[in-house]
């Protein structure tokens, strides 16, 4: 895989295949920029994971990976699979009341028995703790401007980083989400019209998704359906984000994005594995960061 963040987006569109964006080379220079920060401040990020479902293992291996990279200390607080509602809970409120954890997610997805209580669990997360940025407080907040995205969801804040990584502009352009997710989808749409862009949400029951995809500047897709994005469905010249990650029976990562049809007409277009993934974590780390920032200035202004 080519590196090309030597020159800018504008530079590239000027070649003729697309400049691959790697959320692993751009994820790498935002941890470095945290390092002096989490050395200054000492966050600790716990995160809590029910049972021992291999694809969540992955990603919170990763997460402890950079955690451990950029000196944040952390907590991985496994839980039995067969955990009630009310004892997860009680786990919640123990981490909301300890003042030495800045931040903690909830690794999600969780076992069937709880699925039906995913709202309530994520209410119950201290919002100033919240450094997935999935409660709604947090959610809320991503709706007023740029300016209020202090602990913004993690997904949609790396894609956001990961546009500006490369120097590709929003502003103008007409961005088409496929997926709307409370995760991804719905979020990163406000946080694209924040930044002035024109957004089309598609889900499943669109009718005719390839007459809007094919209209898209910027191609979201954010389904965890392999390979729904194909070359016909694309406007050329695109920048075609993929957030995909659905495992194969290879066990390979693999996209939304048909990766080889869609690259050749797009200017630009992430790859699966080391696209968006390596971004949502360093997001992760960088709301640890800020949480503890906002705890510090709290302390100091009712001193």
């Known amino acids: 895989m080519q590196k090309m963040s030597f020159i800018s987006y504008k530079q590239y569109t000027e070649h003729m295949s697309a400049m691959i964006l790697s959320g692993t080379e751009a994820a790498n220079a935002w941890l470095e920029e945290l390092k002096p920060k989490i050395e200054e401040l000492d966050p600790k990020l716990v995160i809590i994971q029910v049972g021992s479902e291999a694809?969540?293992?992955?990603?919170?291996k990763?997460?402890?990976?950079?955690?451990?990279?950029?000196?944040l200390r952390h907590e991985h607080r496994q839980l039995p699979f067969e955990i009630s509602f009310e004892?997860?809970?009680?786990?919640?409120?123990?981490?909301?009341?300890?003042?030495?954890?800045t931040g903690f997610?909830?690794?999600?997805?969780?076992?069937?028995?709880?699925?039906?209580?995913?709202?309530l669990i994520l209410r119950a997360i201290d919002p100033?703790?919240?450094?997935?940025g999935f409660t709604a407080y947090n959610l809320g907040k991503t709706f007023l401007s740029t300016h209020f995205e202090h602990l913004a969801p993690a997904t949609p804040a790396g894609i956001i980083r990961l546009l500006e990584h490369y120097k590709i502009s929003v502003a103008g352009k007409h961005a088409v989400i496929v997926g709307r997710s409370n995760i991804v989808g719905k979020p990163l749409g406000i946080m694209l019209l924040n930044r002035d862009a024109t957004i089309t949400i598609c889900h499943s029951h669109t009718e005719d998704i390839a007459h809007l995809t094919k209209q898209a500047d910027i191609l979201v897709a954010a389904t965890g359906r392999p390979k729904l994005i194909i070359g016909k469905m694309v406007k050329a010249g695109a920048v075609v984000i993929d957030v995909g990650t659905t495992r194969g029976e290879d066990g390979r990562l693999m996209g939304d994005v048909d990766f080889d049809?869609?690259?050749?007409?797009?200017?630009?277009?992430?790859?699966?594995?080391?696209?968006?993934?390596?971004?949502?974590?360093?997001?992760?780390?960088q709301n640890c960061v800020r949480a503890k920032e906002r705890e510090v200035k709290r302390n100091v202004d009712n001193s």
């Open 55 to 60: 694809a969540s293992l992955s990603y919170i």
């Open 62 to 71: 990763k997460k402890l990976e950079s955690c451990q990279r950029v000196g």
């Open 87 to 101: 004892t997860l809970l009680q786990t919640i409120e123990e981490l909301n009341n300890d003042p030495d954890v």
């Open 105 to 119: 997610i909830v690794q999600l997805p969780l076992p069937p028995h709880l699925q039906n209580h995913v709202p």
């Open 128 to 132: 100033r703790k919240d450094v997935d």
């Open 261 to 285: 049809e869609v690259q050749k007409l797009a200017s630009a277009i992430t790859p699966v594995p080391g696209g968006v993934g390596p971004m949502t974590v360093a997001s992760l780390i």
